[in-house]
């Protein structure tokens, strides 16, 4: 699933091709009542894992692309590299289409109605942004997360800040040596924006076009320090990576269990 610094620079490359362009056509799937055609795209923004599209008549078109959604575009007439049943969203601009295949959710808002509103209270702080306020992340997990859900589970929880996914996770956890079963409760509020902390420096660390790198070694042992290493040694102590299907959504999770012990084991 992409996180937040693929959607970052999935913005960072539709703005400029589309901020100021009017839509020769646009559609939404499973609305027909929505038509786009005539609309001038004003921004193109990403926040975590979701994706921003303001128009001028400040309705908002918002994305998350889930485990398999994707945009591409082609020249017009060109042959889509996917069905047409699969499209979420189409933008013609003339010597482009832009289509939007597979996302988890697309939605047409209001910029100021209620829905967007809520959008703007339920989600986090963007952990790529300049601004993030560690005190402000803790405060929210504090206030919304029940204490004994395990840390694993709290880095994934958008409401708590925006842009960390599994692989994020794990590599977080790894490099601040927290076994990903820890209880939210046995963090003090330094360690838990300590997290935060470093996730936002991993993520912003990536907003240039090319592979994630979170491991800048310079070997050629790889870019990442734990996931999908299963039963690999650990690059800092040779212990075996272990992995498991943790937490409420059983998402896949990597650790080492000798640089991240359970203590609670």
């Given at each position: 699933m992409p996180e937040g610094d693929t959607v970052f620079k999935l913005a960072a490359f539709l703005q400029p091709a589309l901020q100021g362009r009017r839509l020769?056509?646009?559609?939404?799937?499973?609305?027909?009542?929505?038509?786009?055609?005539?609309?001038?795209?004003?921004?193109?923004?990403?926040?975590?894992?979701?994706?921003?599209?303001?128009?001028?008549?400040?309705?908002?078109?918002?994305?998350?692309?889930?485990?398999?959604?994707?945009?591409?575009?082609?020249?017009?007439?060109?042959?889509?590299?996917?069905?047409?049943?699969?499209?979420?969203?189409?933008?013609?601009?003339?010597?482009?289409?832009?289509?939007?295949?597979?996302?988890?959710?697309?939605?047409?808002?209001?910029?100021?109605?209620?829905?967007?509103?809520?959008?703007?209270?339920?989600?986090?702080?963007?952990?790529?942004?300049?601004?993030?306020?560690?005190?402000?992340?803790?405060?929210?997990?504090?206030?919304?997360?029940?204490?004994?859900?395990?840390?694993?589970?709290?880095?994934?929880?958008?409401?708590?800040?925006?842009?960390?996914?599994?692989?994020?996770?794990?590599?977080?956890?790894?490099?601040?040596r927290h076994h990903p079963a820890t209880p939210l409760q046995a963090l003090d509020d330094t360690q838990l924006a300590a997290l935060y902390r470093r996730a936002s420096t991993l993520l912003n660390g990536n907003r240039r076009s090319g592979p994630r790198i979170i491991r800048r070694a310079g070997d050629d042992a790889g870019a990442l320090w734990v996931y999908r290493r299963t039963g690999r040694p650990c690059l800092q102590c040779d212990a075996r990576i272990e992995s498991a299907a943790l937490g409420r959504d059983r998402r896949s999770t990597y650790w080492c269990p000798q640089c991240q012990p359970d203590k609670g084991a």
């Amino acid at each position: 699933m992409p996180e937040g610094d693929t959607v970052f620079k999935l913005a960072a490359f539709l703005q400029p091709a589309l901020q100021g362009r009017r839509l020769i056509a646009g559609r939404v799937r499973d609305d027909h009542t929505i038509d786009l055609a005539g609309r001038r795209v004003d921004d193109v923004y990403a926040h975590g894992k979701h994706l921003f599209i303001l128009f001028d008549d400040d309705s908002l078109l918002r994305s998350h692309l889930g485990m398999w959604g994707s945009w591409h575009h082609y020249a017009p007439g060109e042959r889509w590299q996917r069905p047409a049943s699969q499209a979420c969203v189409v933008f013609d601009v003339g010597e482009r289409v832009y289509v939007c295949f597979n996302a988890r959710q697309m939605e047409l808002l209001r910029r100021d109605g209620v829905r967007a509103r809520k959008l703007g209270i339920v989600l986090g702080p963007d952990l790529m942004a300049a601004d993030v306020d560690g005190d402000v992340i803790v405060g929210r997990a504090r206030e919304i997360v029940d204490p004994k859900a395990p840390v694993s589970d709290v880095l994934l929880d958008q409401r708590i800040a925006c842009g960390i996914g599994n692989v994020y996770k794990s590599e977080v956890l790894f490099l601040e040596r927290h076994h990903p079963a820890t209880p939210l409760q046995a963090l003090d509020d330094t360690q838990l924006a300590a997290l935060y902390r470093r996730a936002s420096t991993l993520l912003n660390g990536n907003r240039r076009s090319g592979p994630r790198i979170i491991r800048r070694a310079g070997d050629d042992a790889g870019a990442l320090w734990v996931y999908r290493r299963t039963g690999r040694p650990c690059l800092q102590c040779d212990a075996r990576i272990e992995s498991a299907a943790l937490g409420r959504d059983r998402r896949s999770t990597y650790w080492c269990p000798q640089c991240q012990p359970d203590k609670g084991a």
